[in-house]
DNA sequence: GGAGGCACCTCTAAAAGCAC
DNA sequence: GTGCTTTTAGAGGTGCCTCC
């Protein structure tokens, strides 16, 4: 069985590996010390405790200097390494440069985040060729741990901080946009016509996004509705509402958007309901991390300008 | 909280070792 | 033997711990 003999930390001077670095590298004691800004004497004694620590003579003297030993060898690659993590580590960390940077950026987003999002993500996104952006489905659990270990950058939906909400409140949050319901329809739908407001017994589509029967705008308007269709995403609404009887409640920057497109009528909702909130939440080990706060501006800017 | 003791580190000066 | 380098010895400074 190998013998394997541990360091104490606690008892052991982590000065001393700067000491075996100068010495690897300049092969003299006087010229370490002379690196280091100590004195001669106070390096061959540092020489002396690594020995005592790590029970090798580590360099001895040679035609070419102090020459390594196979042991002290053996430390210099992971020393160095380690070494080098530690200054990496107590240095400021440099502000990013999109449009010279190399990352992929994730995103965890609703259908109807997206929407509103991503077509001004992606005009100014364009500007920067090494920085690529992946969006995922928001999963029905609550993504915390993929936040937590970077697996995802950013979340985008609608979350309360209501009971029920999924989304801890441990996470960091920032509104990026608030918007209404609307009542989309065919072109020239009779109901969205009455003066007195939509009949709600009339047959409507709903998306739930996570497959639930109630939606937001049930949930903020306190209604019952006749809802006949069940759709999970919002690609298909334009198409069914277009060629169709059905209406439905929708975000007023979807239901604009889909109208640009297709032949339907968008009238306001009349019943007074609390707003959608769209929110970006991030980890908050992501806070002072430049390349992710450059993600929040870009998204946030994006949503400004829907 | 302050004083005293202890351990450890670094310094200077001097001795010892090594290569040429 | 000479010159360069390392090691050793002793002193001073600093920080930590214990005791009052």
Do not use: C
């Amino acid at each position: 069985m190998m013998d394997i003999q541990r360091v104490n930390l606690a008892s052991f001077d982590l000065n001393l590996l700067r000491v075996l670095d100068a010495l690897f590298l300049e092969r003299s004691v006087s010229r370490a010390a002379a690196r280091l800004k100590l004195s001669q004497p106070a390096t061959s004694n540092a020489l002396a405790r690594l020995r005592d620590a790590l029970e090798d003579p580590l360099f001895v003297r040679s035609r070419e200097g102090m020459a390594p030993t196979p042991r002290a060898l053996a430390l210099r690659g992971p020393l160095s390494a380690a070494l080098r993590q530690v200054q990496e580590a107590l240095t400021e960390p440099l502000p990013f440069e999109p449009a010279t940077a190399s990352r992929t950026f994730v995103l965890a987003a609703s259908d109807h985040a997206q929407l509103v999002v991503l077509p001004q993500l992606a005009k100014q996104w364009v500007r920067y060729p090494g920085v690529k952006l992946r969006v995922v489905p928001l999963p029905r659990d609550f993504p915390t741990a993929e936040l937590e270990s970077g697996a995802v950058d950013l979340v985008l939906g609608v979350f309360d901080l209501a009971p029920g909400d999924r989304a801890p409140r441990s996470l960091k949050r920032q509104l990026l946009v608030e918007e209404r319901f609307v009542l989309v329809g065919r072109k020239g739908h009779p109901a969205l016509r009455r003066p007195e407001g939509v009949d709600l017994r009339l047959p409507q589509l709903h998306v739930a996004p996570r497959g639930g029967s109630e939606s937001a705008y049930d949930r903020r308007s306190k209604l019952q509705r006749n809802v006949v269709l069940y759709t999970p995403h919002y690609l298909v609404a334009p198409w069914v509402l277009s060629s169709t009887e059905l209406f439905a409640a929708l975000p007023e920057r979807v239901a604009r958007r889909f109208a640009e497109a297709f032949p339907l009528d968008v009238v306001p909702v009349k019943r007074p309901h609390p707003p959608l909130r769209i929110q970006q939440l991030w980890h908050p080990l992501r806070q002072g991390e430049p390349a992710h706060r450059w993600l929040r501006e870009q998204v946030l800017a994006a949503a400004r300008r829907a």
